[in-house]
């Protein structure tokens, strides 16, 4: 069920129109700013498994349609580097129909590996993809591949690109150079308003930032939502409960209120570990909390002090 999909009919029925091989899904496409009948689309070959996984090969490449999407030819040579590549992301601007630009994983370690036309991390292209180079080969614009690869060229800038990784990273050149912006931490997928260029919101592992002075200052709505691992509960009336948090510590809250209404945010607390482990309440005392972290860490928290210590088992091998 691998590939690319277009509807006719406004999604009530879809085709499958590129396909490469059950290894190798779909998972970026751009459409020509004045000419919809050309298209740009991203495969990646990638199989997962409970040990592991396996990035990249002879599946992952770029396609160029020219009919609409009926028929795909495969970008090859002219510039991209040589495969097995891995994940790739697309973007183009109306700012410059000709320009396109790849962010593209490859196999070249560059602590070990000269660096050459092969090494990169951004390709562009000027000529609509006939040709391209390599502009940058900064880890910062695709560090984690699979997790992230994402990047938006501005509507009315053809030189202002923004990526989506680790960091929000930005450039004002075309690609060959790049800062640190400041959208957040973990980002995931980027707008910008085609109409109102300076509106950029950006979706990262805490929520969304949100700027309307085109990145100078960011603006964060408290969302009311937590991605949550683990669960468990004490034997409280109401009874708590107690798990850890993406991108924060392990929390805790009452299943219930007894003030009538909804539970307020102020009813949750901090109970110590990270967003990896377990927060486990001893419902003996329940005032201990075992909270879990990376590499087995392990914080003993007390409800009644408030006071979070760690009791992980020595040696420490911490990250990094």
């Given at each position: ?184 931490g973990d980002n995931h997928d980027i ?130």
């Amino acid at each position: 069920e691998r590939g690319l999909y277009h509807t006719a009919d406004g999604g009530r029925t879809w085709d499958r129109v590129l396909f490469v091989d059950e290894h190798t899904g779909a998972v970026d496409v751009v459409m020509h700013p004045t000419n919809p009948r050309i298209l740009f689309a991203a495969t990646w070959q990638m199989r997962m498994a409970t040990w592991g996984r396996e990035s990249g090969g002879p599946g992952s490449a770029i396609w160029q349609s020219r009919d609409g999407g009926a028929t795909w030819a495969r970008l090859e040579g002219r510039g991209l580097p040589v495969g097995p590549v891995g994940k790739i992301g697309l973007a183009m601007t109306p700012d410059d129909p000709d320009r396109v630009y790849a962010l593209i994983e490859t196999n070249v370690n560059r602590e070990y590996a000269p660096l050459d036309e092969h090494a990169g991390v951004l390709w562009r292209s000027d000529d609509g993809g006939a040709s391209w180079r390599m502009v940058n080969a900064d880890h910062t614009l695709a560090q984690r591949p699979l997790y992230y690869t994402r990047m938006a060229a501005a509507p009315d800038d053809r030189d202002e690109l923004h990526f989506m990784s680790t960091r929000h990273a930005v450039s004002l050149d075309g690609g060959f150079t790049t800062e640190l912006g400041d959208a957040g931490g973990d980002n995931h997928d980027i707008w910008i308003d085609p109409l109102l260029p300076d509106r950029i919101i950006v979706g990262h592992d805490q929520g969304l930032s949100i700027t309307n002075t085109r990145g100078e200052s960011w603006y964060r709505p408290q969302l009311p939502i937590a991605q949550m691992y683990h669960v468990h509960t004490d034997t409280k009336i109401p009874y708590n409960l107690y798990g850890n948090r993406q991108d924060g510590p392990s929390y805790m809250g009452p299943s219930n209120t007894l003030t009538g209404g909804s539970i307020p945010l102020g009813a949750w607390r901090s109970v110590g570990g990270c967003e990896s482990g377990f927060a486990v309440p001893d419902t003996t005392t329940n005032d201990v909390v075992w909270s879990g972290c990376y590499e087995g860490i392990l914080d003993r928290h007390e409800l009644s002090t408030g006071i979070t210590r760690t009791v992980s088992v020595w040696p420490d091998n911490p990250e990094g």
